[in-house]
């Protein structure tokens, strides 16, 4: 079995290879209640190739040093090793601790002026700054699953802020792209469960303050 590489958990890892779909910030979302936080991890690569054995899209987790050192892009085409994420609640990627992690082929796609944008993403600390907008999930899918400002968030929920162990999860997609973009749809509401049956929602109020330092077209 000297052959496989294995990873420092003893797991083996995966070798992959394929082509860029989309590269997407990988933000994790903490709410409680009335209050959330975000962990910036890195970023998600969708990718059309081969993992392991098996012809199909997957998704691979990176960390941001990867991204800021390779600077990839839809249209590359790239190739690593990477193991099966352990808590599917908790990633959106299949995949994640990457290594061996290159770019095979530089292959740039045209740019449009109009979305979904898809070049090299800016840097975690942008996305910070700018601030998202909820995002329909079904207009995510549709259309924002390509695009360098859409983001579909693992969210882990605190019920109760005296017993954190009582936890729920989903996703959530988010949009940080300009304001002006005519595919975006905020779509419902969020609703987020508490202590003893209560819920809070997350009105359109939060969305318009999180994005009210930037122009209509930023």
Known sequence: ??????????????????????????????????????????????????????????????????????????????????????????????????????????RTKPQGSFPPWQGTPPGLEVYRQRGHRRLETRTYEAKCKVCIWGCRMPVEMIIDHWNPSKKRYRFETFCYGPKSCALYKAGPTRKVPGRHGMIWEEEDWLDEEAVSHRAIDE
């Open 1 to 106: 079995m000297a052959s496989r590489n294995r990873s420092e958990s003893g797991k083996d890892k995966i070798a992959w290879s394929g082509e860029i779909v989309s590269v997407q910030p990988r933000i994790r979302l903490l709410r409680s209640f009335d209050q959330r936080s975000h962990s910036y991890l890195g970023y998600t690569l969708t990718i059309e190739g081969v993992v392991g054995k098996e012809e199909r899209t997957f998704t691979v987790g990176i960390g941001k040093g990867d991204q800021d050192r390779n600077q990839f892009q839809a249209g590359d085409l790239v190739s690593g090793r990477s193991e099966v994420v352990r808590d599917p609640r908790n990633e959106v990627a299949e995949y994640y601790k990457t290594s061996e992690l290159r770019r095979v082929e530089k």
